[in-house]
């Protein structure tokens, strides 16, 4: 069964805004986020805590009860604090 490609949402100044606020709250407040990706025509969904923010090599360090885990900035569409 092969799924139907979605293209990637355009974002907007305000959509990247608001990604970057919902990240600062997050990681000030230490709650789990959803974190929207889109790779390669699909909507990815990464729960966790936000650990850490490399601005430098444009990713994002999360963890959740299992693992450890890096998500390239580039590639998230939407955060969701779940608080």
């Known amino acids: 069964m092969e799924t139907k490609k979605i293209h990637r949402p355009g974002l907007d ?4 805004n608001a990604i970057q606020e919902n990240i600062e709250i997050a990681m000030k407040r230490n709650v789990d986020v959803e974190n929207k990706t889109w790779e ?22 999360m963890e959740d009860v299992f693992k450890s885990f890096v998500l390239k900035l580039d ?8 608080e």
């Open 75 to 82: 590639g998230i569409v939407d955060v969701t604090a779940l």
């Open 13 to 16: 100044k305000w959509s990247l």
């Open 40 to 61: 390669d025509g699909h909507f990815i969904f990464h729960n966790g805590k936000i650990t850490w923010v490399d601005l430098s090599r444009r990713t994002i360090e």
